[in-house]
């Protein structure tokens, strides 16, 4: 099955609105790391987090390792935030990312 | 500029075709990555390089071969493309070790006619 199972496949926001994205995955993880896909295609790194928070701008991502999740929290929602994003996790000491199929944000202005 | 380039940015060609793509890291990594975005956008790893030295190979087909000249440079070749080869073609690096962060180029679009 898919290891790295992201919710909710879709999103619609109004501008101003929080988002928050979950990120679950079936193994153990050295490093999960949040991606922004934007519609062109040119994939960003949003944020590098294998435990804890961590924040960065408009964005705090929590990841509780125990429990094999990750969270990505968007604040005060701006269209330019529109796009995919997706969570990966590394479980190979940085030799291959395993990735979700990501969450599609949509904000409406 | 430090980065991931890769060249072309597109590319359309025919069945049966031989390919080539580029791609090269300016962030002293000395890992590198191909990874293929199919229709459904969902992202997959075909090669890793550490050192220019063939890491990871996942079940790709023979007709895709990486090269590496240094670990600065990953180009990616494709002998005979097929219609289930259109994809975008993204090359990543990163530094080897735990909890690292992949860099990603912007991508390379094939579409195969």
């Known amino acids: 099955g898919q290891q790295v199972q992201q919710s909710p496949a879709s999103l619609v926001l109004q501008e101003g609105e929080n988002a928050e994205l979950q990120c679950n995955f079936s193994?153990?993880?050295?490093?999960l790391q949040w991606f922004y896909q934007s519609p062109g295609g040119s994939l960003v790194s949003l944020l590098s987090?294998?435990?804890g928070t961590k924040h960065t701008g408009r964005l705090t991502s929590t990841t509780v390792t125990k429990e094999r999740r990750s969270s990505l929290h968007i604040s005060s929602s701006q269209t330019t935030d529109s796009g995919t994003y997706l969570c990966a996790i590394d479980r190979n000491m940085g030799y291959k990312l395993t990735f979700g199929t990501g969450t599609s944000l949509l904000v409406d202005p | 500029e430090t980065a991931v380039f890769q060249t072309p940015n597109y590319h359309v060609t025919q069945v049966g075709n031989e390919v080539s793509f580029n791609c090269k890291q300016t962030l002293g990594h000395d890992t590198m990555y191909w990874y293929k975005q199919d229709s459904k956008k969902l992202l997959k790893i075909m090669f890793s390089?550490?050192?220019?030295?063939?890491?990871v190979n996942e079940t790709v087909p023979r007709r895709f071969s990486p090269q590496s000249s240094d670990k600065a440079h990953l180009n990616l070749r494709i002998k005979s493309v097929e219609p289930e080869d259109s994809a975008v073609y993204l090359c990543?690096?990163?530094?080897?070790?735990?909890?690292?962060?992949?860099?990603f180029g912007k991508g390379t679009r094939l579409t195969v006619v």
């Open positions: 193994s153990t993880a050295t490093q």
């Open positions: 990543a690096s990163s530094k080897r070790r735990a909890g690292t962060e992949v860099f």
């Open positions: 390089y550490n050192n220019k030295q063939l890491i």
């Open positions: 987090n294998p435990s």
